[in-house]
């Protein structure tokens, strides 16, 4: 059972990201409030839902939250500012777009930056214990599925409509036979045997 307040504030916010593990595309995180008295039995993690409840969750969690926000951090900030930064970075972006601004912040995992001197927690496997945070990884990751699926019809060899950029041996031998694309973290270890002769070539 999912709980709705960890601080005793009444305006407390849970944030999430999605695309941490990806080899291309965005790092995308969503910061959500929800009121008192907000119920949604099937709302979990979201990667203990299926891509159809989590389409089904989204616009009732819109609906009902007093207020979300959702932030993309490209791959270029990524390869510049490392993932775990941006992955904060993607977070408290949305948070300082809240309205009304939080009291407090619960965050999933056990690393975060102090953003605006709003006192914050972090929670292990948040996600599966606070309603907040669960509401956050079900937005961050499908406004992230949509976007993969608005790139993958620019390149669909690699089709990210199905592996959303993850590192799937599909995916992997995509970038061996056709190399990489803008969408992808350049960072990252994108094959096991790295690709140095293919960065060579295309810079």
Known sequence: MLTLNHSGFLLETGT????????????????????????????????????KIREQLRPIIQQKALCYHIAHIEP?????????????????????QLTP????????????????????????????????IAAASVLAKTYRDDYM???HEE??????????????????????KYGITKYHRKSFRLLPDQLEMQFEADH
């Not at 593990?21 to 990667?47: H, M, Q, R, Y």
């Not at 510049?80 to 300082?96: P, R, T, Y």
């Open 155 to 176: 390149y669909p060899m690699y089709n990210w409509k199905k592996n959303k950029g993850y590192p799937t041996k599909e995916h992997r031998e995509a970038i061996r």
């Open 16 to 51: 999430d990201e999605a695309g941490r593990g990806c080899l291309a595309g965005p790092v995308t995180a969503a910061a959500v409030i929800l009121p008192e008295d907000f119920e949604l039995p099937l709302l979990n993690d979201s990667k203990q839902l299926s891509e």
């Open 101 to 132: 601004t939080p009291q407090y912040i619960i965050v999933d995992g056990n690393r975060f930056k102090p953003v605006s001197n709003i006192p914050h927690a972090c929670i292990i496997k948040g996600d599966s214990k606070y309603l907040s």
């Open 76 to 96: 270029e900030i990524i390869d510049e500012i490392n993932i775990l930064n941006a992955s904060i970075k993607a977070m408290q972006d949305c948070i300082v």
């Open 149 to 151: 699926n608005k790139i």
